[in-house]
């Protein structure tokens, strides 16, 4: 069964402690997102990677980092350093093609007590 | 960079009614615009998405129309259904990558039986 695959759904994160989202994807896809959903605001971009071993910031990279070591994982780590971490986190992936159909994972909720 | 804004935030209506959302963008060079639904709970999902070249685009009771001279594009579902109930983003990129792509803030449509 081909898709996207968030975890965990649901994570609770003290303030000061790091906690890293994991995406994994088995659809060959070269391009991996991860996006913010806070209410209201639609969908903001942190970070994105073109290929395996690059990436770059999105809008809203700061207080969080990633990795691509493998084209089918692209982790999310989000650090102490961000200031409003709760919030719902979509990872997403995109074939071939120059524009076209994000694929998305269904997310992970975190929230910092 | 690309700034896309969604109307309105919430629409509510009656179940075969007709509903429209419309999104403006601000890059002239944004030529790929795709409509994601979201249903509670769940990932987004890609229903519909036009490119610059057409102004029109149709499939069963979804269509979405583009005014490039405007710079706005609208969704428009006629005989609305209760599953039709979701949050829609709209969103606009151009040619290249889909890493400069940008989502509206989101429309909750509320279809009532």
């Known amino acids: 069964d081909g898709g996207i695959t968030q975890s965990p759904k649901y994570l609770f994160r003290k303030e000061g402690q790091n906690v890293t989202l994991s995406c994994e994807q088995n659809?060959?896809?070269?391009?991996m997102y991860w996006y913010r959903q806070d209410p209201g605001q639609g969908l903001r971009l942190i970070y994105y990677?073109?290929?395996?071993?690059?990436?770059q910031k999105g809008d809203i990279a700061e207080g969080y980092s990633v990795s691509r070591e493998k084209k089918e994982s692209f982790p999310l780590t989000v650090t102490s350093a961000q200031k409003n971490p709760t919030a719902f986190y979509l990872c997403a992936s995109k074939g071939g093609s120059v524009t076209g159909e994000l694929f998305f994972g269904e997310g992970s909720r975190l929230t910092v007590l | 960079g690309e700034n896309v804004e969604q109307h309105p935030s919430t629409l509510s209506v009656q179940e075969g009614d007709s509903a429209v959302i419309k999104c403006t963008y601000s890059?002239?060079?944004?030529?790929?615009f795709p409509w994601y639904k979201q249903e509670l709970g769940k990932r987004p999902q890609l229903i519909i998405d036009i490119r610059s070249n057409v102004g029109e685009k149709k499939d069963q009771r979804i269509a979405v129309t583009l005014n490039k001279t405007a710079k706005h594009f609208s969704l428009h579902i006629t005989e609305t259904q209760p599953e039709d109930s979701a949050v829609y983003f709209c969103?606009?990129?151009?040619?290249?990558?889909?890493?400069?792509?940008?989502f509206g803030a989101g429309t909750r449509l509320t279809v009532k039986p």
């Open positions: 890059d002239s060079a944004s030529n790929y």
């Open positions: 990677s073109q290929i395996v071993n690059d990436f």
């Open positions: 969103a606009a990129s151009s040619s290249g990558n889909n890493n400069d792509m940008r």
């Open positions: 659809l060959n896809h070269d391009a």
